[in-house]
């Protein structure tokens, strides 16, 4: 009993080191361009999100307009501004992409 | 009023009456608090018209009932000095002798009056004290 | 095996630390190798602690009482079911429960965020490894799951018989889950400052793991709620106690955040109040814990005698001074993009809610750590009681109800006052009717249960309204029958309806709580068989008492079994109750109770005391059938008007009782175990035939039922919000955005 419960814990051991040192090993590494490449990824990922809630915003304000809650002039104040905002991050994610 | 100066009053307004609320909170709490006591610090210290949290353990063979009243004496949980209560009420099932329990009381006369469904007995424990073979690590 | 589980944890702590190393080192030399190998190790963390967690269930399963834990809280005959709950209601068993299951959420999490966020994710890491490492630390030094005696003892004490309900062993893990979670946004947010980044991408996850924890945390306190209602003898919901307020207070700054994030979210505003929400929710999270663990206030949990103190302190100051640091050390990147436009404005009604929800938050917790407070400030102990509680949360309440009735009927950042008066019309209508008919009706006396009627019915008459107006503004648009044109509505802004459904939910509930605090009959009655008394407009008759003997499970020997069933037999009033196994009561005892009303009957209620084996030979060989913790087993009729509820104390102290019991305690010995029972069958036959005068509790509360209805409106509500679009739906969508936004530039 007493060695079974030795074994499976070296197993256990051995697994979580496996686990934990993949990343860590030489075959993993591709070092400096990973890097760069994840950086990208992360700007894009942040400016979709925004350009996610900024579809979000004008299809709420449209909502808002068609349930009474704004008047017209209201409205398309808003309109206006929330699809400006939404031009300048769709350019801004334009100009990540030629730049990739 | 320009806007910097519209927000700064709300801002002021705001916080002058969170200040407020929470200063009469803050005041109430202490009137309205009823002080834990021990039996032996109840003993001592309770003025009739007063309600006291009186904390302690049942005292063995003092559990009487008489209709709807409940009478039974608090210790201090080192033992000593008792307290009479007379309880009328929610009585809490883990309540026997023995347990420990918090009750509401006032001093009316030369008895200690339990508030109405104020009695709580200590749930018997998940959380015990470590017995001393435990301890010795802490 | 306690062996392996020793070693478990000692593995787990030494993952912790390596994990927290690793991704601080990954992410401060920019080395993402390292944060990658961090993150592994949660995962490590995860699988080692189920093995853990699974080694501590086979034990329980196994009856193998070497283990400390298993020993204090199972027995052979514990029924299945709690042998496997029993594992979380040890001190050590629940500390267990909690790192296994953070260590479960944080994978997940890390596993979702793989490749977003890696900067914030790496410190997100690093922290939620600390939290677990500091739980495996008080598992390895203060409190061991698996500690163990030698020679083991042949049987265990039991679970305590209050702890034998479903609901009561669901409600931990549960809760737990809540608890957990709420750390998961709290790393997150610690992590967006510690890297600097708190954007549009950390808003969205970190969205996503605040609601996981609202909605674990809500069920968890609801789930808690109803068993108190249902199952404990007193036959109320909420008292103000130290552990309900503990994981009420983290839910409602939760709340908080999940709407405050929305003002971030579209006018980037209020950063630093929703990075402060998230880091207080998880350290009031974190608070709730070891408020029930550390002794240190009186509540039903815990009193006195503090155990794990010290170390939960030292973490609650660590997360404070860390958590203030953070904020004003980077208070420049958390500045205000836009400032509030108006004030009649959704955000300005999310705000309101905000300080409310925070209000409440900060008189609750001044009432529950008063003790503490007023020990540290007058030297004195001293406690506020529930009606210091009420004075101030339902006022409270009552403008929350009424704010998230204002919310959907006002546009974001500015709305039109015209307009505003237009849609409150309805509404107010609503609650002035409902306030005219109750006036006419004639409750005038409870003003704050008639102002909740009032704003629910405004509340009702807002939302109503808005899913009216969008269903027909859809209908214009896209030509669909207006059942269609609902379905398609909702499906199309799930965040916005599911909402406004949640918000119904609440309301309906605290419906339900104005009515049955407000208007709730409660009596005490003394009752012997045959009589019946008047509860308001109610009358109860104690019609016959009612008596089950349970024989233990082992106790299928045929020398007792053949004198219980003769004993029985002459005994017509006493069953026997073999399927006692939901709670394994030795004997109970109760009374039928026939309820009417002007004459009609209204129900029959049966309550029940249950009376358990102490196990404990010094109460005699018949005494320690009946020597454990009594159990109440309540009598409830729920209703959709109102609940009645009952509960019996039964005597079982009379004279000839105890008689019975000394004489069977003189000559049944033990060596007969199968005996003792038919003693307790006598004695139950002796109560039928001789019943002395039972206490009853008896309460009528209207409306109960709508609490729990509001609860599953909200739960439904939630999860109508949080249902993922389609992605071709989501395609779809974001292409047509695209086109008419860039179609608004050339009109603009």
Known sequence: ?100 | MNPARKRTVRLVVALSAAVVLASALIYTSFSAASPALTPSQLIHQAQPGRSYLLTGTVVTHSVVRSGEELNFSVADRAGGAAVPVAYTGTVPDPFREGREVIVTVEKRGGQYVGERNSLITKCPSKYKEAPASEKQNS | MAALGRACLLLALAVCVYGIGASIYGVRAGRPEFSESGRRSVYALAGILTVAFAVLEVAFLHNDFAFNTVADTSSRTTPTFYKAAAVWSSQEGSLLLWAWLLSLWSSLVLFLTRGRLREVAAYATAILLGFGGFFIALMVFYAQPFATTSPAPSEGVGLDPLLRFPTMMIHPPMLYSGYTLCTIPLAFGMGALLARRVDADWIRLTRRFAFAAWFFLGIGILLGARWSYSELGWGGYWGWDAVENASLMPWLTGTAFLHSLMIQEKRGMLKVWNVSLVLATGTLAIMGTFLVRSGVLNSIHAFGGATLGVPFVCLIGVLLAGSIYLVVSRRDMLRSEHRLDSLLSRESAFLANNLVLVALCFVIFWGTYFPLISQALTGKEASVGPPWFDRYTVPLALILVLLSGIGPAIAWRRATLANARRNFLAPLAAALMTLIVLLAVGVGEKPFAIGMFCCAAFVLGSISQEFFRGMRARGAMAGEAPPVALMALVRRNRRRYGGYVVHIGIAVLFVGVAASSSFQHASELGLSPGQSTRVGAYTVRYVRPTASVTPDYDSASTQGGRELSAVLRSEPGVTLAPDSARTGASLSLGAVLDVSKNGHHVTTLRPSEGYYDSGDPTQGSVGHFIGGQPVSHVALNAGVTRDVWSAIAPNIETPQLKRIIALGNKTLPFIRPGEGIVAIAVMAGAYIHNPPQAQFHFIVSPLVMWIWIGGLIVIGGAMIAIWPAPSAVRRRVAARSRARAAHGLVRA
Do not use: C, H, W
């Not at chain 1, 068609?66 to 699809?83: I, N, P, Q, V």
């Open chain 1, 1 to 100: 009993m007493n060695l079974l419960i030795a074994i499976l814990t070296l197993v256990l051991l051995l697994v979580v080191i496996l686990v934990i040192s993949a990343p860590l090993r030489p075959a993993r590494r591709a070092g400096g361009i990973i890097r760069t490449g994840e950086q990208a990824a992360e700007n894009r990922a942040e400016l979709e999100a925004a350009r996610e809630a900024k579809y979000r915003e004008i299809r709420d304000a449209e909502l808002d307009y068609r349930t009474g809650k704004l008047s017209d002039e209201d409205f398309a104040a808003t309109d206006g501004a929330l699809r400006a905002e939404a031009v300048e991050i769709l350019d801004r994610l334009g100009a990540r992409e030629r730049e990739s």
